[in-house]
């Protein structure tokens, strides 16, 4: 990920929510009159795996994870399994939750799949399958005081658009973890943000589609909304032709909550402030760092813990 790249989106920069919270959707630039989550889409979702294959913040979430020792981990958001496959070959067990449809879909066929390879490893298919655990909902249904870590990875922090969800996932997360468990995740640092370079001459890009062809991917963006107590909500279009020449775009509004408020919403949680970074490469977190990448942990002799 880099500074002026977005790649957690099908069809360029910005992320995507979805679930009963979202205005996000998509649909042909004809307008067919079909509007829903670009993450109930399958088209759309193969384009984010195409996108977001190989990204530097799986690499870094399953270094961290590995650095901390956890055995169990809650992956809240977590899309189409990319992260939660890799901890589970690592030896690690995942619970997955995700809301959309069509994402989950995708990472029940990659276990699948990765369950049908033959393998010389000492985790074969079967038994990395085994350490997964996907659920088609939100982290309400995750078990209680279980996880060693909860992470949402992909910018997934900034899919909660009004503070009273982010709130809840928070508490949710709190929850889920054992005393003394971390929380990981990142958010897109506003006070970086270059949206005069989002739009179609600087995002344009063409890839090979995975069904054959090509596709040709960029964004724009579509509204600005400042809101000075929770950090602004900005609506991105991720426009995509289709190597069959279909156009479809897909609107994706997002939260990028500034660094106080992350703070303090955190500290509201319970969770304490463990560790802040600006970028993958762990560098220090800045004014112009892209991310800003938090570690937070649960006290060890948390209220609940002492009950
Ligand atoms: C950009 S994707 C990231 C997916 C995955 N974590 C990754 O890194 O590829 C954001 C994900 O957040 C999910 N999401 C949106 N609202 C959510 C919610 N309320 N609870 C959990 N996940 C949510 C979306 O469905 C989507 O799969």
Same mark, same amino acid.
């Given at each position: ?178 005393? *003394? ?96 970074? *600006? ?29």
């Amino acid at each position: 990920m880099t500074t002026d790249q977005h790649p957690d989106h099908p069809g360029q920069p910005c992320a995507e929510p979805s679930g009963e919270s979202s205005a996000l959707t998509s649909g042909t630039e004809a307008g067919t009159g079909e509007h829903r989550p670009w993450t109930e889409d399958p088209e759309f979702v193969t384009l984010y795996d195409v996108e977001n294959a190989g990204m530097w913040d799986t690499d870094f979430y399953r270094d961290l994870l590995d650095e901390l020792g956890v055995q169990t981990v809650a992956d809240i958001g977590c899309g189409t399994g990319g992260l939660a496959l890799e901890l589970a070959a690592a030896g690690i067990r995942v619970t997955g939750v995700e809301p959309a449809g069509a994402m989950i879909q995708v990472a029940r066929q990659r276990i699948e799949q990765r369950i049908a390879e033959p393998t010389s490893s000492d985790h074969p298919g079967a038994a990395l399958a085994e350490r997964i655990t996907l659920i088609h909902g939100y982290a309400d249904q995750l078990e209680s005081g279980a996880a060693d870590a909860a992470v949402m990875v992909g910018h997934v922090a900034q899919y909660f658009l009004h503070r009273s969800e982010w709130d809840q996932v928070l508490a949710e997360a709190f929850r889920a973890l054992r005393p *003394g468990g971390w929380l990981a995740f990142e958010s897109r640092n506003p006070a970086a943000l270059e949206l005069d370079a989002w739009d179609e001459e600087s995002t344009r890009e063409t890839q090979p589609h995975p069904g054959g062809g090509e596709f040709t991917s960029w964004l724009e963006v579509l509204s600005i909304e400042p809101d000075d107590d929770d950090g602004d909500l900005i609506t991105c279009r991720a426009h995509s032709i289709m190597p069959d020449g279909r156009k479809l775009s897909a609107d994706e509004p997002l939260r990028y909550r500034p660094l106080h408020v992350l703070c303090a919403s955190l500290e509201q949680a319970g969770f304490v402030l463990e560790q802040l970074w *600006g970028d993958w490469d762990r560098s220090e977190l800045d004014e112009d760092s892209p991310e800003i990448i938090i570690l937070a942990r649960k006290p060890a002799a948390s209220k609940e813990s002492s009950r």
